[in-house]
């Protein structure tokens, strides 16, 4: 039938295995909010300049598009802010950026690995700090340069040179290769020796010696990095204000930056706008030339031929006929220029493009009707007229031209922008990253989340026998006793290690009212019902392996039933390491070994323990061969003559799974129990051990669960979480 605990979530168990691990967890989340004040000393602090840009929208809708500037806002994104904070990032801007600071160029010195750079950062000493153990070659704080020309071969471009500094403001550079390049002084202009190669250092501040990173990048790699540290974007929806922001270690230098590409945007926006009007001034200074040959002609025709004629004036009609013509030639040459700007926003049908049709129609009618005029006048008169019609006219164009052109110059020099700067560019005082409370934080958070996973990891791949409801579930076979583990016993085998203490003091008569004590009393009551049928009243105590507190049963519990009026005798099974006579302060002398091969009667190897009704037997002279000794009829003969002296007679024996001792004296015995400690052993090995026994025919009553962790059970939750206790008090 399945459990449905096993779908269940026991929050006790949780907490329980936390408070197991509570000292990993705690090193974990230690280590790793140490490394994130590592991180948050040794990060560079990076300030933010900002500053604010007005775009004035000058490319509204015209025409028969005026209707959509009311719902402008509805269509979408203004498409002219869209396009300025393209223009605003463009290589055109951050190129002149880049020209005008010479930021392809890079100087910075030489910084210990991971902490140098940071400890730099907090010398506040004039002069350059003095080398940390012995490293003269770092910067340690103070080191300063500024290099304004470094022009190298195409293929150094983008590779790092290295620049150590020298005695008297001297200094050599060397190439990717460690291989000089030249040498210099600063303040002096310095080339190699091919000339493919100049370096111009304006400062210098560092000990000789100390090493400095150059490198001479590309215009695009330039622009790259710039672009990367520059933020741009509207500052509201439909404001046409643009917000632009620039992020640098050095408070200053983003300062400066950013001015630069502000300035740079606005100088471009203007020049943009004056680049009609200097087109066309170009155009007009172009025809300027032309038309003053051309009234040049005219003049010398016109006085040629008075010369000629001798002094012809001009009757009054004659001149207010050559004045309409005047007037009318110039009248058509300002509609023509009007009609081709209409036709630039509409076609020829457009109404105002066929006004502009019709009022040029009607002058050329008239025109035609002077021209007539003209014609009906004497021919010394028609010659004059004309010849002075041309001076009067190229004079016209000509003052009209310079007229325009003058007012070009003036509106160029004048012009005004689109954009304007709002707010240059100013840096918070306080850096935006990194922000150390939170590098805490978050470091502590992951340390808890990363002990946890490791936590997760360790019980994943722990898979051993935690309680003894595994052992009865998974084997079928009784928990006789589940011994806690006592920091009382600890605590005095290391008394009794350290010479502080009596060596023949147990636990049980030390402290006993332990919580050990009192399953091993537990233990003694279910140990009656264990030997009922046997045929010997003697019980084997083993376990699967070294470790696992055998000895510490098998004597206290020996305590135990002596303190209840059980007559009891201990032997000492482990003819290999045996070593229960040291914690009465016992001997080995004369033991199991010294009987079995005769040299020892049963009272010579019987020694008392100084607990009433307990008495000990030792393992003798350690036998180079313990497993054929084991299984001499002379070691069946002593248990037996044993058993008969006593109520109840208990061996310890070495591991089964590392020797076949236990399996030998197993058949020998009334009952045989495997101690099992928490937490040490995977099912298969207590597997294991039942298996071996069966081979040799010694069937295993049950299981000692020895090491239980009561600390951890008491937060679980349910029956088997529980741990009772009844003491008396006086």
Known sequence: MRDDRDDFINLGEIIAVLLEYKWLILAVTFFAVFIGAVVAFVSTPIYRADGLVQVQDSKGPKGGLAALRDVEAVLGENSSVTAELEILRSRMILGRVVERLRLDIRA???????????????????????????????AWGGERITVQTLEVPSYLVGLPLTLIAGDNGGFTLYDDQDQPLLDGSVGQPASSADGKTTLFVAELVARPGTHFD???????????????????????????????????????????????????????????????????????????????????????????????????????????????IVKVDADVVELQQKRDELRQRFTPEH?????????????????????????????????????????????????????????????????????????????????????KALILLLS????????LGLVWAIRSLRVVVEDPQTIERELSLPVYATVPDSKDEAVLSRAIARGKTDKGQLLATAHPDDDAMESLRSLRTTLHFALLGAEKGSVL????????????????LGAVLAQA????????????????NKAFGIGRGVGVSDYIMGAASIEQIVKPTGIDNFALVTTGQIPPNPSELLMHPRF??????????????????????????????????????????AGRHPVRELEQAIKRFDQAGVEVKGFVFNGFDLTRQRHRFGYEGYHYQYKYKA
Request: hydrophobic letters at 40%.
């Open 565 to 580: 009026g059980k007559r009891v005798m201990l032997v000492d099974g482990d003819l290999r390491k045996g070593h229960i």
């Open 351 to 435: 109404p105002q493009v066929k006004a502009i049709d019709s009022q040029l129609g009607r002058l050329r009618a008239v025109r035609g009707t002077l021209d007539k005029d003209v014609n009906r006048l004497p021919d010394t008169q028609q010659t004059a007229l004309r010849l002075r019609r041309d001076v009067e006219v190229a004079t016209a164009l000509y003052t009209n031209l310079l007229n325009s052109a003058q007012q070009l110059r003036v509106a160029r020099a004048g012009t005004v922008g689109d954009v304007r700067v709002i707010d240059p560019a100013a840096t918070a005082p306080l850096p935006v990253a990194p922000r």
């Open 541 to 556: 105590i083993t376990g699967p392996a070294p470790g696992v507190g055998k000895s510490f049963i098998s004597k206290n």
């Open 108 to 138: 910075t010195p030489d910084y210990f690995p991971i902490f140098g750079r940071a400890l730099a950062r907090r010398y506040n000493g004039e002069q350059p700090a003095a080398p940390l153990l012995g490293l003269g070659s770092y």
């Open 636 to 677: 069946a003969e002593l248990l037996a003559a044993l058993e008969k002296q006593c109520d109840v007679l208990i061996i310890d024996a070495p591991p089964v799974l590392a020797v076949s001792d236990a399996a030998i004296i197993g058949r020998q015995v009334g009952a045989t129990l495997l101690v099992a400690r």
């Open 444 to 451: 502590g958070v992951l340390g808890v989340l990363g002990s």
């Open 214 to 324: 150059l490198a001479r990048i590309s215009q695009i790699q330039a622009i790259a990095a710039l672009r990367e540290d520059l933020e741009v974007r509207e500052r509201a929806r439909q404001s046409n204000v643009i917000e632009a922001a620039y992020s640098d270690a050095d408070r200053a230098e983003a300062e400066r930056l950013l001015n630069e590409v502000l300035n740079a945007y606005v100088r471009q926006n203007v020049e943009y706008r004056s680049a009609e009007a200097d087109a066309t001034l170009a155009f007009l200074e172009k025809q300027l030339p032309e038309l003053k040959a051309q009234l040049d002609t005219a003049e010398a025709a016109y006085n040629d031929y008075r010369q000629t004629r001798g002094s012809v004036d001009l009757t009054l009609e004659t001149q207010s006929v050559l004045s309409s």
